[in-house]
């Protein structure tokens, strides 16, 4: 036979053996040292009869036994709203102070503008220019289309680029 008793300070429902009658314990919800009252104060019985299992169900979770164990909780109810559990970590000053007062800068690199005495430069500038920005200024990447016209040719051409996106 159970004691089964409310904690004073939170509320939580609590079932104790008879024989802890008299002793003292922790509510295991809010940490209040309560006195356990004797069979005569409360309730006494066993936990309520488990209800005969549900019809067969298509679901697997219906029939799981979780499903047919009925349980008699309580959530304690609080006045002011939950604190977080888990928190996000503030970032270190130094990472705060790197990035703080950089204005948000692009740059576009052109590959027509790249050839110089009929050699491709494109990917050296392109390389270069990263370096100078540096990984941590970088914001992204994005690769461009576009097209011109060619006065050495006199057609329009279709060329390729990359816009970068950095901190600077």
Known sequence: MDI???????????AVDQSGAGTTIDCPSCGEH???????????????PVPPPPPPAASP?????????????KVPVRD???ESLIGKPKPPLEVVH???????CIHTIRRASCIE??????????????????????????TISYEMFDVGVQKIMTDYGILIVYRG
């Not at 089964?4 to 609590?14: I, S, Y």
């Not at 499903?67 to 909780?73: G, N, S």
């Not at 790197?98 to 948000?104: F, L, M, N, S």
Request: glycine share 8%; aromatic share 4%.
């Open 61 to 73: 979770i219906a029939s799981s036994a979780a499903a047919k164990v009925e349980l008699h909780l």
């Open 34 to 48: 309560l006195t356990i009252p004797s069979a005569s104060k409360t309730t006494t019985g066993s936990l309520p």
């Open 117 to 142: 005495s009929g050699h491709d430069k494109f990917d050296e500038k392109a390389s270069e220019f990263l370096q100078q920005v540096g990984e941590t200024n970088l914001i992204g990447i994005h």
């Open 80 to 82: 002011k709203p939950p």
């Open 98 to 104: 790197k990035g703080a007062g950089k204005r948000i």
């Open 4 to 14: 089964v008793f409310n904690c004073p300070n939170c509320d939580q429902e609590l």
